[in-house]
């Protein structure tokens, strides 16, 4: 048996997220159906973290062992042969034993679009958060650095979920204007974009925190009142949860030693 | 009664193309039913010229005629608001009474993406032709430039649709290489982009080109070709008709006095 990582990119408008539950199409089922097409076994994948209905993956991290001798190469093809449209796989690599890619994950990226104009971008709309709004970025990179470092960040956990201790350490917060992207200039426009990276996330933490520096952007909350949302360690003191569309896993960082 | 043109956008994929066939979705139906909502009235709506199912546009031109007195930005705005998220108005404008917008188009452009690499690019895929091989992008730029100028395109012109004439006069037809845009740089890569400018396209004239022009690009025949094909005046001497998913009606142009 050995045990191999991929690195996986989806589509979320399709799933109903990660984890496989039945009667339901999800991303972990999908990864093992191909998985069994190609060796003949029920293989279980764990990923580095589930990702929600609607959440999209860039660089999302997945384990598995397997007495398959196929080449990590000629493994990548299989799946991605298998694998349907909205999935595709983009590297394949041995991993030592013992290999985890919940508890060796040291780092992850996550990365929320916003699209704020008076029209959506039709060919993006699947991949941000439309706000007819137009947002003052210096006042949410403002609110965004006030989150650096490690806190208590209670009051940007969704309830339902009980880790054993609400504090993180995030080492990047920052939002920034750019250029959409859509498949013609024509659709092409401003749109803000959030990118955050901590040493892991409580649940929907992204999604709370993109709210909060929505109702900053607009006008709603002063940059200062991430601080007072920050101390209260009460979910009822952030804003709305952000829409899942916006959201994506860039990527996660493993020790060097370990990949 | 007043004329009233509109620009549209649509995301081809859920739509069975323009024109209006029972039972299925189509762009011109979908357009209908808003106008109906907002004025009571049935109103039948002209486009340009019709797309086929999985074509989008960005710049499609639509005219009808209606005894709305709603101004031109009230009306963008209702439509806006009773249209589903895959079509956009992007501009409502008076026009002169008896604008007809098929006799009236004195150009229309087009553009066609291909992506040629090995990974489809995952949050464009509704929205390009995927190719494995690397194309040729010089040697399919020198084909194009073959077309410039007036021909007779039937060589280019699927069956099943009747023309007085098969003479056409293209302005322009270039191949760039270009980045790919997606919604994050970890997909951007490379895709060729053909753009075509005419007074006017026979039925499936730009993806008879586009399939010719992959043909060139990935070495099956030479630039020179594609004289030969124009020449031959028979559709067996083109290549197969490229796929819609990559094909966007980009805008149409009327004599200024027309709009």
């Not at 764990?46 to 990590?72: E, N, P």
């Not at 965004?144 to 208590?152: I, K, V």
């Not at 880790?163 to 749109?191: A, C």
């Amino acid at each position: 048996m050995r045990t191999l990582r991929l690195t996986l990119a989806y589509d979320g408008m399709g799933f109903d997220g990660w984890q496989v539950q039945p009667n339901r199409r999800t991303v972990q089922q999908t990864v093992q159906q191909a998985l069994h097409r190609i060796t003949g076994k029920e293989i279980t994948v764990i990923a580095s973290g589930r990702t929600d209905a609607g959440v999209h993956a860039l660089g999302q991290v997945v384990g598995f062992r397997t007495a398959s001798t196929l080449t990590c190469d000629v493994m990548m093809q299989a799946l991605n042969a298998h694998l349907p449209q909205d999935v595709v796989v983009l590297s394949v690599m041995e991993a030592e034993d013992g290999f985890h890619p919940i508890r060796d994950a040291e780092r992850k990226t996550y990365r929320y679009v916003i699209r704020d104009g008076q029209l959506p971008n039709l060919f993006c709309r699947g991949y941000c958060w439309h706000v007819s709004q137009r947002l003052n970025v210096q006042a949410m990179q403002s609110a965004a650095q006030r989150l650096l470092g490690t806190h208590d960040f209670s009051s940007f956990e969704s309830a339902g979920s009980k880790r054993v201790t609400s504090i993180r350490t995030i080492f990047e917060s920052t939002v920034r204007r750019e250029q959409s992207r859509g498949v013609g200039e024509e659709f092409e426009g401003d749109q803000v974009v959030y990118e955050v990276t901590a040493d892991g996330f409580l649940y929907n933490m992204v999604r709370a925190i993109v709210g909060t520096l929505y109702d900053v952007g607009r006008g709603a909350v002063a940059p200062e009142h991430m601080e007072f949302v920050l101390q209260a360690c009460d979910r009822k003191s952030a804003s709305m949860t952000a829409p899942p569309l916006g959201l994506f896993l860039v990527n996660v960082k493993y020790p060097t030693h370990g990949s």
